[in-house]
């Protein structure tokens, strides 16, 4: 592996601006390469380093349900990227299948059989680009990602597709063909505290009403986060009184002037709330009744997650539009709104395109991606481990400083919500929480997302991680954060 930077003074360059909403500088012991790396990335895109990590973990290679960093350290990946390698890092199947419909092949010349310069080589393979041309790979990823949505039972709704180069682009095409149906509905409800992205409409319905630059078309409803705020509640009735009065309210304001009504299974980024089954077919229930647009927000859910292929089947409902992204093509980028052929006509012709939509990596990706569902049994898989990593994780809460753990039952994805403790806000102990798993013992850790909503650890590791590694991992993970008890000095 190439060295990044061996110089971490970044000597030539300009000193690092002052800035308060920079978060502190990251460096971790005996992790020379990594800090180097940490240091120049800092300086030289410090607005983009995603969202604030105590770890800012510096990868170098990953395979199956591990990292590696440029120091030498593995660590244990339970974030899957985030929510995006299902099927594990860089799967010698995925690959090969990968290779295969792009048509790639070492060129001779790396193959040992010099013939000529380089530089007139070309390989003879799939386009990168397709702008304004078709590829047999993406009307082929789009008959085979609809053949499966379609054979998945609430999946009866969704006949075409609109494909976009990240999750918020497909989220904005949905809601775009949502109100191009009538342009007099322009009211749009997503259930507040929701992820769909940050960009344009995405951004617009994400969060609350308080949030910066809200758009006025967009109403936010509650979503029921007290009623499954720990797995012990999951089987406590629903009451859908509160909800029902607040839906009301919103017709009776609005009337027809509602069109779309958009929300995520269960709530991600907001802190992982996996709602009663009952809550969101209510809001189904509204929908039909009111002819409001159902765009169910899969691109974290979607391909395993909740236990079933799609979020959809595991609530029993059946959505208008459903979008997907992240596992979709296991790492490449991609994402599309998969939706009712009516709904998707009101777009004016090519009113959804853009440079990467559809194009032949991501479709490359797809194809990879179900093949490699329909030569494994992932689900299989997700079904025997989640009951060990859950039963773990509610063991964690025996450390005064765990108040909650949520989760999709029989998924691979859960939140573990932290309590203040010892005088020590929720937040820190969810931050120290993260570090300590990555720093470990040493030459092993486990990779954590930083805390949602400031106090949540997301635990989403790989569909294909083994019960042994899961075991082992827990354990772990048990130990490092009763570490954090001991270490503390401010706790009774
Ligand atoms: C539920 C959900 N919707 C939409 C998005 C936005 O996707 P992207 O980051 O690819 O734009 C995310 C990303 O985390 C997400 O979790």
């Known amino acids: ?233 999951r089987d406590q009735p629903f009451d859908p009184t509160p909800y029902q009065r607040e839906l009301d309210a919103l017709v009776a304001q609005y009337g027809q002037r509602i069109t779309a009504l958009i929300t995520e299974p269960y709530l991600g980024g907001g802190g992982s709330y996996h709602p009663p089954k009952a809550y969101l077919q209510l809001l189904q229930q509204y929908c039909r009744e009111h002819d409001w647009v159902l765009i169910l927000d899969e691109v974290q859910s979607a391909f395993g997650r909740t236990g079933k292929w799609f979020a959809f089947e595991q609530y029993e409902i059946e959505p208008d539009i459903v979008v997907l992204g992240k596992g979709l093509a296991n790492g490449v980028p991609g994402a599309v709104a998969v939706g009712s052929s009516d709904l998707f006509a009101a777009l004016d012709y090519a009113e959804g395109s853009d440079t990467y939509s559809g194009n032949p990596l991501t479709c490359a990706g797809v194809l990879a991606t179900l093949d490699c569902f329909a030569a494994q049994d992932i689900l299989g898989n997700v079904r025997k481990v989640s009951p060990i990593i859950e039963e773990e994780l509610v063991r964690l809460k025996d450390l005064p400083f765990v108040g909650y753990v949520r989760g999709e039952p029989g998924g691979m994805v859960w939140g573990v919500e932290m309590w203040d403790w010892a005088g020590r806000s929720a937040s820190d102990w969810a931050n120290a929480f993260v570090l300590e798993c990555y720093l470990g013992d040493g030459p092993t850790g486990i990779h954590l997302l930083g805390p949602l909503a400031k106090k949540v650890i997301r635990i989403a590791p790989p569909l294909v991680i083994t019960p042994e590694q899961a075991r082992t991992a827990m354990d772990l993970m048990y130990r490092w954060a009763s570490r954090l008890l001991q270490a503390c000095t401010v706790c009774p």
Request: hydrophobic share 35%; net charge positive; with cysteine.
């Open 1 to 233: 592996m190439n060295r990044v930077c061996e110089n971490p003074d970044l000597v030539g360059l300009p000193p690092i601006r002052s800035d308060r909403e920079l978060p502190e500088r990251i460096v971790h012991p005996r992790e020379p390469r990594g800090n180097a790396v940490r240091a120049l990335v800092q300086q030289l895109e410090p607005k983009t380093q995603r969202t604030y990590t105590p770890t800012l973990a510096v990868l170098s290679k990953s395979a199956g349900i591990f990292h590696w960093t440029p120091d030498g350290r593995q660590l244990y990946d339970f974030t899957s990227g985030v929510l995006v390698a299902n099927l594990g890092h860089n799967p010698e199947l995925w690959l090969e299948r990968f290779w295969h419909y792009l048509g790639w092949s070492l060129p001779q010349r790396l193959t040992g059989q010099p013939d000529g310069p380089p530089t007139n080589h070309f390989l003879p393979a799939a386009p990168l680009t397709s702008y304004n041309a078709l590829t047999e790979l993406e009307a082929e990823a789009s008959r085979r990602l609809l053949e499966l949505v379609r054979s998945r039972p609430g999946g009866k709704r969704l006949e075409q597709v609109l494909w976009a180069a990240s999750g918020s682009e497909a989220i904005i095409k949905a809601l775009w063909a949502a109100l191009a149906r009538d342009r007099h509905r322009d009211i749009i409800l997503a259930t507040r505290y929701g992820f769909h992205g940050k960009k344009g409409l995405a951004g617009a319905t994400t969060g609350c009403e308080t949030d910066r630059e809200r758009d006025p078309r967009v109403r936010f409803i509650s979503f029921p986060m007290n009623e499954c705020r720990d797995v012990s509640l």
